[in-house]
């Protein structure tokens, strides 16, 4: 499977340069396989503030179960500052399912 994982500014944060997030996704990421995978907008009603903007998204390609679990552990003990992360389990031949 694939993981997908989309981040949502709060309000007050916003991060518009590319490099500048990345530099930050990728430190909070640290010891996860993932791919930068520029931006997405995702169900309005999956989101936790009112704008429909384009998050930021990550991919962690051929994801294990093991690394699923240890991924929603992670956001749940370690929040990220300034973003609500929302995570996308993407199978073959389904739509996309939020698990975070």
């Known amino acids: 499977m694939n993981l997908r994982l989309c981040f949502e500014n709060k309000a007050g944060v916003n991060i518009d340069e590319a490099a500048v997030f990345r530099h930050y996704a990728e430190n909070y990421l640290n010891g ?3 791919n930068w995978a520029g931006t997405i ?12 903007e384009p998050l930021w998204q990550y991919v962690i390609p051929d994801a294990s179960s ?22 996308y389990e993407v199978a073959s031949g389904t739509g996309d399912q939020k698990i975070h």
Not at 42 to 51: A, L, M, Q, V
Not at 66 to 87: Q, T
């Open 66 to 87: 093991a690394a699923r679990d240890y991924l929603i552990e992670y956001l749940d003990r370690n929040p990220m500052a300034g973003y609500f992360v929302h995570v």
């Open 41 to 52: 907008s995702i169900p309005h009603h999956d989101t936790n503030t009112s704008p429909m």
């Open 32 to 34: 996860f396989d993932v």
